[in-house]
């Protein structure tokens, strides 16, 4: 991972956006900070509050991030049923 991308950059982001609306602002920041598209930036997000070390550098952050996760998992239609 870049400097950038390290999970505590990634949690300390979205701790910035954790109230904030997401009306276009979000999505030019995280082109600009990470250099990707919001896809692949929710994506690598998702990807790390799994990790050790995004528990050890923001344990509430990933909570409240895999929570967010899971409920929106939730709320998805099941496929195939």
């Not at 900070?33 to 997000?45: K, N, Y």
Request: with cysteine.
């Amino acid at each position: 991972m870049s400097g950038g991308d390290r999970p505590a950059d990634l949690l300390a982001f979205e701790a910035e956006w954790l109230n904030r609306p997401h009306d276009g602002r979000y999505e030019r920041d995280v082109r600009e900070r990470f250099g990707t598209s919001v896809t692949r930036h929710l994506q690598r997000v998702n990807a790390i509050i799994n990790t050790a070390g995004a528990n050890e550098a923001d344990p509430v952050m990933c909570r409240i991030l895999r929570e967010r996760r899971d409920a929106k998992m939730r709320q998805r239609p099941t496929r195939g049923a």
